[in-house]
């Protein structure tokens, strides 16, 4: 007993003299530190993802403080983070970004996009792969096994039980791209959380070789391309691709859509109203418009009617201000064009946009 408690001692007086050896080694050798490097680091929110490309929050720091990084590079952080290391170094933290999360490009539920074989093995979205592209009928569909679920550091996705496609909570995202990074089909991509319109298809084929495999797919029609009156939409391998630059938020893409491919933020689009109390009637809202929304007489009192897409090019344009566009409180009517008659169509039908895209495909 005596034995074991003498070794005992003289392993902790070892363990003793080690530690303080370390501590003076470490107090004479310290290498000092800006103090602002550790405001820095003491910013950043911690979760070392990367998506900054640097070795973890540490290596951000060092960046940052060196300025070989830009006081913008945590996307973890936000704008909050952002203006507070820009302080600390002294540098502008520059116009707001948009706020990026990460978007299923894809609507293939189970439901619309059925499955070629039942599969049994890992769930994992990479080996799933290997067998035959997937087990989804559409070969650029989701998945639904969860890859993107296990990187993703802040239970910011999920998959959904019923459907099998992935889904993000946009105020849980951080934008870090890691499951963007995971996804083996490539459905999950970064785009600013207040696009009036979105593109959910990533089918690079058309006609029926998509619609035989999913119900909601882009079928290559070009009808998005040929309504958009602002040249704001081509097509590359069949899909349709929006300059961001140029399009105006009239989501008339996204209103003629046969097969929904083509979403439109129509929760959030808004319509032109005109000041009657500063309108002068010089009518030159009514030539800009090119939807024919806009009625009345030159000296007049002008109204805009319910066609108006909200593509807001009448604002600008008015030498009195007297043009707002507040968001829509109902759907636009389609009907209600200037100077037609009751009832007369004045766009396609979703009707009349299948049974072109049918023509088009024969």
Request: net charge neutral.
């Amino acid at each position: 007993m005596t034995g074991i408690l003498i070794g005992t001692g003289v392993l902790a007086a070892i363990a003793l003299v080690f530690g303080l050896l370390l501590t003076l080694v470490n107090k004479v050798f310290e290498v000092p530190t800006d103090p602002r490097r550790d405001e820095i680091r003491a910013l950043l929110p911690g979760a070392n993802c990367g998506a900054c490309g640097y070795p973890g929050c540490d290596g951000l720091a060092d960046a940052i403080f060196a300025g070989n990084a830009p006081v913008d590079a945590c996307t973890v952080g936000g704008s909050i983070v952002t203006n507070k290391v820009a302080a600390i170094v002294g540098k502008a933290a520059g116009a707001e970004q948009v706020r990026k999360v990460a978007t299923v490009v894809c609507q293939g539920t189970l439901s619309r996009c059925g499955e070629k074989f039942t599969y049994h093995g890992i769930q994992d979205c990479v080996a799933a792969t290997l067998i035959n592209d997937g087990n989804r009928t559409c070969q650029y569909a989701c998945l639904g096994l969860g890859t993107c679920v296990q990187v993703c550091r802040f239970d910011a996705i999920r998959i959904d039980e019923h459907d099998k496609i992935a889904v993000v909570d946009i105020v849980k995202c951080t934008s870090c791209g890691a499951c963007v990074k995971s996804c083996p089909k490539k459905v999950l991509s970064m785009q600013a959380v207040n696009l009036p319109v979105r593109v959910l298809c990533r089918a690079a084929e058309e006609g029926y070789l998509v619609s035989d495999n999913c119900k909601v797919g882009c079928i290559g029609c070009e009808l998005c391309m040929r309504i958009c009156k602002f040249d704001a939409i081509t097509m590359v391998n069949h899909l349709p691709v929006i300059d961001l630059n140029r399009c105006t938020s009239c989501m008339m893409c996204a209103e003629v859509c046969p097969t929904t491919a083509m979403w439109g933020d129509f929760d959030h689009r808004r319509i032109a109203l005109i000041d009657r109390d500063l309108c002068i009637g010089c009518d030159i809202c009514k030539k800009t418009c090119q939807f024919d929304a806009i009625s009345g007489v030159r000296k007049g009192i002008y109204e805009v009617t319910e066609a108006c897409t909200g593509c807001g090019q009448c604002v600008p344009k008015c030498p009195k201000s007297a043009i707002s566009l507040p968001i829509r409180e109902h759907l636009r009517d389609a009907n209600a064009k200037a100077g037609t008659d009751e009832g007369e169509s004045v766009v396609l039908t979703k009707e009349d946009c299948k049974q072109e895209s049918k023509e088009t495909q024969a």
